[in-house]
């Protein structure tokens, strides 16, 4: 198995040898299949052939054309909240990817922690999820999470997010690169948002701009940036994130994209001398805490950082001697915010 980096490093080129060339074949291989089910699944809605439902009530997608983390979940908190600014009741809806036995995954326990009192309902149904929100909690909106390609609700407005680190997933459908559908599935989307946009330079972020314009020229486009808050640990404290600038610290995560984590720490100015990756939506057991543990005390560092996706599913604040801290991140826009709070309002007057 890879990890994610390693997977990265792979898809895109930048491993090479003989054996990465025979892997990459063998992906494009694979590719072939999974690329044609999805074009006749999107097909049959296209086409009318699948039934697509509607609820009484609009509903905002919030989705990817990638796999992993493309900040979806700041998107989301972003987006409940401009609602209920406006005085809007809003449910969150998501498939709960990564959920055991009717638990909360992470992206709904960290949902719950920065959006105290706004209903979360996972179910891999998204129409009878939106349906029962409606109904159980009266809302009066719903956003759904990670949705682009889940076709069977009907949607009054598509959000995609882009990650500016791998916009169009190396050129290729999973498993020979990272997108899960083809590019021209832009085409659907109402909103593009490049984020981690302050990784690219004006000019890159212009070029990516012209290439989504050519696949979906009626969509709105958005630059935004996912900058560190502050650190959190699991009792609830906060800290700045400059008291640890310099700093010796070890890291690890368990996201889609790791790259965008140790992004994060760079902004942060941390010295980290060590990091672990896990898969994404990881669930951590007795065994991985004892051995973050032992790792841990192993090092000289000042903490340990994580993810708030990690830290809501682990639930302590140290690992053995060191602390244990999240990175906490906020969503900010560069460009694009008035077009897409427009849209929203259209949405909130209705």
Sequence with gaps: ???????????????????????????????????????????RYDTGRWGVHRVPVPVVSVGNLTLGGTGKTPMVEWMVRWFRRHGMRVTVVSRGYGAEGGSANDEALELQQKLPGVPHVQNPDRVEAARMAIAKFGCQVVVLDDAFQHRRIARDLDVVLLDALEPFGFGHVFPRGTLREPVTGL???????????????????EAIRQQV?????????????????????????????????????????GVGNPEGFRHTLRMCGYRVIAFREFADHYRYTRADVDSLVTWADGLEVEAV???????VKLGIDQLGRQPLWAVTIALGFLTGQP????????????
């Design 1 to 43: 198995m890879f990890s994610p980096s390693e997977f990265r490093a792979l898809v895109s080129g930048r491993k090479q040898g003989l054996t990465a060339a025979l892997v990459r074949s063998g992906l494009r291989i694979a590719e072939i299949p999974y690329s044609l089910a999805v074009r006749w699944r999107n097909r």
């Design 187 to 205: 085409r659907r989307a109402d909103v593009v948002v490049l984020t981690r946009s302050e990784m690219l330079e004006p000019a890159s972020r």
């Design 213 to 253: 314009a050519q696949v979906a020229p009626g969509a709105d486009w958005a630059e935004a940036n996912h900058g560190p808050q502050s650190l959190r640990n699991a009792a609830g404290r906060l800290e700045p994130t400059e008291s640890l600038a310099g700093k010796a610290v070890a890291a690890f995560c």
């Design 305 to 311: 950082l994580c993810t708030d996706k990690d830290l």
């Design 339 to 350: 077009e897409l709070e427009s849209r929203l309002a259209a949405l909130a007057s209705t």
